[in-house]
C-alpha cells in the first residue's frame, strides 16, 4: 500500500490546497514542542499537503480521494494541542477545518455548530444570540477550535463546575464521517459519543458537533496571594465545595511560578507567594468575599472590575491549565511539565507528598476538577526538564505514589491516556478507516495489539527525519 | 408590659385590616398540622387582627405602633410552612406581606424583590424577562411566597445543585425593619445573613430581598420505578453525581407510597415498586438516558414532554419534598412525618439501617441534596403516628444511629433546627427587638437560656386554649 499523493494532490486541486511551503510546514506542527521528548521525534514531520475544506461534502471527497490512492489524512482545527495529535507522522494529507466555522443553530442550554470554529467565536455567538457560552473551554480558546478541542482535549476552564469532557452530557451530538471507499455519515449520541471524542481523528471525522451551554456571566477574574501552598490548595477546594457560589475556574500555583513566569503579575507578588487564579460569577461575588475573609492569609491582590494595576494582566485563565507552562516556558525553556490526576478522596495527601518529594524541580500547577460529583485536583506541574530518564523516573514516582499520570510526552493515545487500548475506539476504527489511514501512528491498538508500555512507544512508519 | 391591642388596632385603622373574623383566623395558621404534636397544641392560637401593610413605610408604621403598644407581631407570607413558624402563640397582630408583591430589579444571574410575592409568579417574572428562574423553591411554588420561604424554609427544589438557603451564595442581601421605638432599617450582606435568614421573623422583618438566579430550562419531569428500595437510592445518587447533567429534583419514594399515596400515578406502578422523581435539564436528556441505560431494574414510567398517561401527574415536584407529607396525609389522616439528614459519606448506610430498622412503621422518603459540595440525602420519611411517645422513639433512634433530625413536631427555631442556641439570630434579636414582641414564644434562647432540650419546650406565655 503504497500513498500516491501526487494523485490525491491532483483529485483535489479544485479544493482549497495550501500553496506556501512555509505554511504547510506551519501547519503541520502543533504545540509538541511544550515537551523535549516530542520536539527530539517530531519536529521535523510535515505534510505533503494540505486541504482545507469548505463542507462536508468537500471533507467526503478528501476521504474518498485519499482512500483511493492509499494516502494518509490527519485532521486539525487550530494546533494548538501538545500531544503531537495533529501531526501528520507518516505526511500526506492535512485536512485543516478553519473554513467550516458556521454556528449552526442555538437554543436554550445547547449549540450546534462546525468544528472549525474558534472557542472565541462560538461563545461570542452564543452570547450575542441569548447570554449563553460554552461549560467548558481550554485556555487556548482564542485561538483553538471547538473540533480541536473535542477530538483532542479532555477538559479546561468550567471543568472545576462541569467536569470533563468526556463526562455523560458535556457532548450531546457528534456528526462523523468515515474514511472509507465510500465514506459515510454517521451520527453519534450517548454510549457512542466515547468512539471518536478524544480520538485526534483517528477513526472519523468530526464534521458537527452539538454540545451543552451554560449561562454567560461577566465573570469576576481574580488573583488570591497565599504564604502557605496548602493553604492555597485548601482554599480552591474550599471554594469550590461552596454549592451555591458558582465558578468556572480555580487554579493554584506553588511559589515562586508567579513571580519567575508571569510577568504582569510579578510585579504584584514576592516570591514567596503561592498563587490562586479564579473566576467567579458576578452574583457570587458576596458569598464569595464572605469565604475570603473565613480564610485569614489568603490576600486578594486583582479582580479584573477593580484594580489599580498598571498594566491589567489580562484574562486570568490565560495563566491556567496549559497557558501556565507556555508562559514559563517563554522565560525558562528547560520547562517542561506534566498532567497529574489527584484524585478524590487522596487529592491533598497526594499533592503535598509529591511536593514534599520533589519541589523545586517540579512544581504544582493545580487545576480543580469535578469527577463523578467529587471536587478533586488536575496537576499540570512545571517541570525542571534535565534528561528524559529523570522525566520518566518523575512520571513513575507519581505513579507509584497512586497518581495518575497522563504523559504529554506521548503521541499516542494510549500513553497520553490510560495506557490501555480503548476498545470503543479501537473497533470503530477498523469499521471506519479499514485502510488505516487517519492520522496514523496515533493508536497503538491498531498498529502494535501486543505493546507492553514499558517503553516509549515508536511509530515505525514515522516520517525519516532528513 | 400589657400588650394595648385595641389602641394599636385603632391606631392602625387607615391601613388594610382584616375584618373578618374566619380570614383572622385562617390568616393565623400555617400547614403546622402537619404533625399531630403541634396540632393538639396550636390549634386554637389566633390572632387580635390582621394587617397587610402595602409599602416598606406601613411595615415601619405596624411595628413602631405595635412597638408602643407592646403588641406582639407575627409577620407571614402564605403560611405554608410546617413548623407553625407564622403562628402568633401570643396573639397581638399578624402581619401579612402579600401586597409587597413587587419585582424591584432582574439582572444576569440575580433578582431583587418584595417579600411577599409567590414563588410561581416570581418565577413567571424573571423567566419572562431573561429566560431565569430561582436556584431553588418549596414543593409549594405555586402558594408560597419569597419571604416565607426564606425566613422559613431550608432549601427544596433546586437543592441537589445548589445546596441550601443557608449556603454562601444563595441570598445575597436582605433588607430588614427592626421593632425598636423608632425602627431601623438594615441591609445584611455575607455573614450577617444568618442572623435573620431562617429566623422565624423574630428578629426583624425582611422587606427586600436579593437572591441568585439559574437558567429557566423546560425541565423534563420523570417517574422511574425500581424494585430494589437501595437500587433506586443509588440511583438518584448517581445521577446527582454526573456533573455534565443538570438537575432539579432527584426524589425517591420507598414503595408503597406511589401506589398508596399519589392517586395519578397509582395505575402505573405496583405496590412493590419504589419510585424516582426526577427534573432534568431538556439538553442533559441524552446524558440522562445513556445513564439510564446503564443501570437495568430502573425504568421510566412517565416523562411529561412525553407520555400516554390518559390523565397526567401534574408537576412532579408537587410530589416531592413537603408534598409527599401533604399528600399521604390526605389518604391517611395519621401519617405524619421527620426531617432527617443523612450526611455524606455515611448516607446510604443510615439509609439502609433506619429503612431496616423501621420501615414500614416508617417509610423513606428522600430528596438529594448537596451539602458542602458533595452527594447525600435529606430524608422526608412518612410516619405512620401512634403516640407522641413512639414519635419521640423514633426521633432518638435516629439520633442514636447519626442521622439528625430537624423535628418538625417543634415550634421553637431550636428544636427544629440543631437544638443548641443560634447566637447570631440571639444577639441581634436583643438588638432589633428589645421588647421581644417579634414573634414570640419561637425562640428558646430569649425565653429561657438555660433550657435543656430534654423534652418539647412549651411557651409559658402561649395563647390559653379556650
Known amino acids: 500500500m503504497q500513498p500516491n499523493v501526487a494523485a490525491a494532490k491532483e483529485a483535489l486541486s479544485h479544493l482549497d490546497i495550501e500553496q506556501s511551503q512555509a505554511a504547510i510546514r506551519a501547519k503541520s506542527r502543533d504545540f509538541f514542542w511544550y515537551s523535549p521528548v516530542l520536539k527530539a521525534r517530531l519536529d521535523h514531520v510535515e505534510a505533503d499537503f494540505v486541504v482545507s475544506p469548505r463542507s462536508e461534502a468537500e471533507v467526503i471527497e478528501v476521504l474518498r480521494t485519499c482512500y483511493a490512492h492509499d494516502v494518509p489524512v490527519t485532521t486539525r482545527g487550530a494546533g494548538t494541542g501538545n500531544y503531537g495529535q495533529a501531526m501528520p507522522l507518516a505526511g500526506g494529507c492535512v485536512m485543516h477545518l478553519h473554513h467550516m466555522n458556521a454556528v449552526q443553530e442555538i437554543a436554550p442550554g445547547r449549540v450546534v455548530t462546525q468544528p472549525g470554529i474558534l472557542l472565541k467565536d ?49 457532548i450531546i451530538r457528534l456528526r462523523v464521517v468515515t474514511m472509507e471507499e ?17 480520538a485526534y481523528g483517528t477513526n472519523g471525522i468530526i464534521t458537527e458537533i452539538e454540545v451543552p451551554l451554560a449561562p454567560a456571566y461577566d465573570w469576576v477574574e481574580m488573583f488570591l496571594t497565599a504564604r502557605d501552598f496548602m493553604q492555597a490548595a485548601r482554599f480552591a477546594e474550599g471554594l469550590a465545595n461552596l454549592d451555591g457560589v458558582l465558578i468556572k475556574l480555580a487554579t493554584v500555583f506553588e511559589a515562586p511560578i508567579a513571580k519567575d513566569y508571569f510577568q504582569r503579575v510579578a510585579p504584584h507578588v514576592e516570591a514567596e507567594d503561592n498563587v490562586i487564579g479564579l473566576m467567579v460569577a458576578p452574583q457570587s461575588m458576596d458569598g464569595f468575599l464572605t469565604f475570603l475573609s473565613r480564610n485569614p492569609g489568603v490576600e486578594m491582590i486583582y479582580r479584573n ?13 490565560e495563566y491556567g491549565w496549559n497557558h501556565t507552562t507556555l508562559r514559563a516556558l517563554k522565560v525558562d525553556p528547560s520547562i517542561t511539565y506534566l498532567q497529574v490526576r489527584y484524585g478524590f478522596p487522596e487529592h491533598l495527601p497526594l499533592i503535598e507528598k509529591m511536593r514534599d518529594a520533589l519541589s523545586p524541580e517540579v512544581l504544582q500547577h493545580l487545576e480543580v476538577l469535578r469527577e463523578n460529583g467529587k471536587v478533586m485536583f488536575a496537576g499540570l506541574s512545571l517541570v525542571k526538564f534535565t534528561t528524559e530518564e529523570r522525566l520518566d523516573e518523575i512520571v513513575k514516582m507519581h505513579e507509584d505514589a497512586g497518581a495518575m499520570i497522563f504523559n504529554p510526552h506521548r503521541y499516542t493515545l494510549e500513553e497520553g491516556g490510560r495506557q490501555s487500548v480503548d476498545d470503543r475506539q479501537l473497533s470503530f476504527k477498523r469499521e471506519a478507516d479499514p485502510k488505516g489511514l487517519l492520522n496514523p501512528g496515533k493508536m497503538i491498538a491498531w498498529d502494535d495489539p501486543s505493546f507492553g508500555f514499558d517503553e516509549m512507544y515508536a511509530y515505525p512508519k514515522m516520517q525519516a527525519a532528513e
Chains 1, 2 share one sequence.
Request: proline letters at 3%; one cysteine or more; a negative charge.
Open 305 to 317: 472590575d477593580d484594580h489599580d494595576w498598571a498594566r491589567g494582566p489580562g484574562a486570568v485563565f
Open 122 to 170: 462560538l461563545d461570542a455567538a452564543t452570547k450575542a444570540h441569548s447570554g449563553q457560552e460554552l461549560r467548558m473551554f481550554s485556555s487556548t480558546w482564542a485561538t483553538a477550535t471547538i473540533g480541536g478541542f473535542i477530538a483532542g482535549g479532555s477538559g479546561g476552564v468550567g471543568s472545576c463546575t462541569w467536569g470533563s469532557l468526556r463526562d455523560l452530557g458535556n
Open 182 to 198: 465510500e465514506p459515510r455519515v454517521l451520527e453519534f449520541r450517548g454510549e457512542e459519543l466515547a468512539r471518536v471524542s478524544h
